[in-house]
């Protein structure tokens, strides 16, 4: 007979392999992204700007009262949009927090721009607000916060300094879609934003973007810069009887087939975010213990922001500690990962760093773990990786 101690640990499966039994991502299918796809493909129009593309448009238009959305291939086309439109010449500074994704930065690199890199917060992933002002110079231009998580930096904060400094916000909601801050959607604040639907995030299209423009002033140009510098969206609306090189541009213009796919999945959204909240909630309920004992940090959102349940994380107390959990779990066939690396760290950027310490972006880069998170996702798997968890601090002691 077993004892009380046994029948208290977690039914630890056998490795089944090399191959993992539970990723950390799987993507979603609705079921109809074939068939908006072949609709794309019969019609006729599979380049950028079809009807599927208008219809996306539309979607995020009405649902969170974008002033104008332009689907890009990528978040990171969107950015890199942004930072042409804010016209950023060689020297400009950008706040940008070090904690986040090489794309973010980039966009602003690779115009010439400075970039002044801000911490994190101590007891969450997002820019640390109250140290953002002491890094605006005469040659600061725009402010780039990065919702993590999906979820709300302090925009109050950010807009005030904002509007006193007379400088742009561009918001990274690569991960915020269908989040909220004040009852305002994440991406409708600032005066651009940036999107992805990328394969990881909760509505997805493989690789896609968007980019939000709250300031009409940049409506016109928008469409410039993504049609390759070329007018040519006017001449398509019949408001040009020819169209031409006016302006610096690229092809950041998804196909329709990309859009088709994406529509499908917008008609689910919220049957989407209603699983990834239930999901989110479980992890939450199950692993409270080991917060309450000290043995990690769980995520908290603020009593300002939205939970849109794009991941959920873990803070373990040092390296040690993340690196033997994620070997524990992978010993199950499980697996977890840890994210960004500080970019004030990286080998193109550590020599140009002013040399600050940012220091809860080094705990996050070090301590911050991801669990498996994905629509298909069961509570018996949560439970699972979740007892794995307990099992592990347990044995720890």
């Not at 600061?140 to 999906?150: C, D, F, L, N, S």
């Not at 916000?169 to 940036?194: C, M, N, T």
């Not at 690196?323 to 199950?332: G, H």
């Not at 940012?358 to 498996?372: A, F, H, I």
Request: aromatic share 12%; net charge negative; charged share 25%.
């Amino acid at each position: 007979m077993s004892t009380e101690a046994e029948q208290a640990k977690p039914r630890i499966q056998e490795p089944l392999g090399d191959w993992i039994t539970i990723p950390f991502n799987k993507p979603y299918l609705s079921g109809q992204e074939t068939a908006y796809i072949t609709q794309a493909v019969t019609s006729g129009k599979i380049s950028g700007d079809g009807q599927f593309t208008k219809k996306c448009h539309k979607y995020f238009e009405a649902r969170y009262g974008f002033q104008k959305c332009l689907l890009t291939t990528s978040c990171t086309d969107a950015l890199e949009m942004a930072a042409i439109l804010i016209n950023i010449q060689p020297g400009d500074e950008v706040i940008i927090p070090s904690f986040t994704f090489v794309s973010t930065v980039n966009a602003f690199v690779l115009r010439g721009a400075k970039i002044v890199f801000a911490d994190s917060q101590s007891g969450f992933p997002n820019m640390d607000v109250t140290g953002l002002e002491a890094l605006i110079t005469a040659r600061t231009r725009a402010i780039v916060p990065v919702h993590y998580a999906g979820v709300a930096c302090d925009m109050d904060g950010i807009m005030s300094l904002a509007a006193k400094y007379d400088l742009y916000v561009i918001e990274d909601a690569a991960q915020a879609i269908d989040s909220f801050y004040k009852g305002r959607p994440l991406g409708g604040i600032g005066h651009l934003a940036a999107f992805s639907f990328h394969e990881t995030k909760n509505i997805i299209s493989g690789e896609g973007g968007m980019l939000v423009i709250n300031d009409p002033k940049f409506n016109e140009r928008a469409e410039i810069i993504r049609e390759k510098g070329t007018n040519r969206s006017k001449f398509y609306r019949g408001e040009v009887d020819k169209y031409g090189w006016v302006d610096i541009g690229s092809s950041f213009l998804p196909s329709d087939i990309i859009a088709a796919f994406l529509y499908a999945q917008l008609e689910n959204l919220d049957r989407i975010q209603d699983k990834r909240k239930a999901i989110w909630e479980r992890y939450d309920q199950r692993l409270k213990p080991l917060e309450t004992d000290g043995k990690m940090i769980l995520p908290k959102v603020s009593p300002d922001a939205t939970n849109n349940a794009h991941m959920y994380f873990v803070v373990t107390s040092d390296i040690e500690t993340r690196t033997a959990l994620i070997a524990y779990l992978k010993e199950q066939n499980i697996l977890p990962v840890f994210h960004y690396l500080s970019l004030h760290k990286s080998p193109y950027f550590e020599g140009k760093h002013d040399g600050r310490d940012l220091p809860n972006s080094d705990k996050y880069t070090e301590c911050l773990l991801r669990l498996p998170f994905f629509y298909e996702l069961t509570f018996e798997q949560v439970d699972l990786i979740s007892d794995l968890i307990l099992a592990f601090f347990r044995d720890r002691k």
